[in-house]
């Protein structure tokens, strides 16, 4: 009996070998801040619940929503002084295709004297220094349209980043408190992606090939998980050592240990 014991706890340890990792999120994330500005709210009641799209943190953007308004009154009274312009470089058109005719009749006549003459081509070429002057102010009218609604996105990203929220995941935690000034890569918040879970595990270098191929057996329990990924690249930490990770269902409690044995097929 005891000979057919040691045979069966020599024949498993050949064919699984046993991990132990902790239940963690699927992703935590490190926020940090992409503007400068006050800390005006924080939803502390939310540490530890899951965010909806409300921000969570907000950072005064009081001027930047006044700068918006302002841009897009400008953006209408510009495109409404390009509208004009163009009516008026549609007039300037027909006016200069009418003067040239003129011009070119006149432009042989011995009835008409050299003055005459002169005066016909000087207005001539006013006109069409009024056209093209007219061109001009359109086309710097219209850069300037460009640079206002490059500026308007940019304060419309800046609004954004100012008002953080993260639908779906759960606030770990915040880092700032209301009346603080934050800068460019001010630590903000935590926050995990609860919706899956995953578990790490350290492989040894013989087991990397054919462990995508093992059944995983999670606290005694066969399931049908399968490794997610492996690096072939030895860890920094655990020497001689393969980080794999195994994406599982969300349970009720993370940061649990689990015992994760790999089991041949």
Known sequence: MKILTLMLL??????????????????????????SGLVEFI????????????????????????????????????????????????????????KRENYKQIENLKIKSR????????DLVS?????LATQKEINSLKTQITDLKLRQAQLIRTV??????????????????????VGMSTPLARIADTSRAILTIYLDEVDVTDAKNRVVIIDGKKTNYKISRILNIADSKNISK???????????????????????K
């Open 10 to 35: 020599m024949s498993s340890l050949l064919f699984s070998k046993v991990y132990y990792s902790k239940i963690e999120p699927y992703e935590v994330r490190n926020i940090s801040s992409n503007v």
């Open 43 to 98: 939803d502390e009641d939310m540490i530890g619940k899951k965010l909806s799209s409300k921000a969570y943190i907000r950072i005064d953007s009081e001027l930047d929503a006044k700068e918006l308004k302002y841009i897009k009154d400008k953006l209408l009274y510009l495109r409404d002084t390009v509208a004009v312009n163009e009516s008026m470089l549609e007039n300037l058109k027909k006016s200069l295709i009418r």
């Open 115 to 122: 003055i005459e003459k002169d005066r016909e081509f000087y």
């Open 127 to 131: 006109s069409e220094n009024s056209y």
């Open 160 to 181: 954004k980043d100012k008002n953080l929220s993260a639908k779906g995941f759960i606030l770990y935690s915040i880092d700032v408190k209301v009346g603080q000034v």
């Open 242 to 264: 393969y980080m794999a990770q195994i994406i599982i269902k969300s349970p009720k409690i993370f940061s649990k240990l689990a015992k994760i044995e790999l089991e041949e």
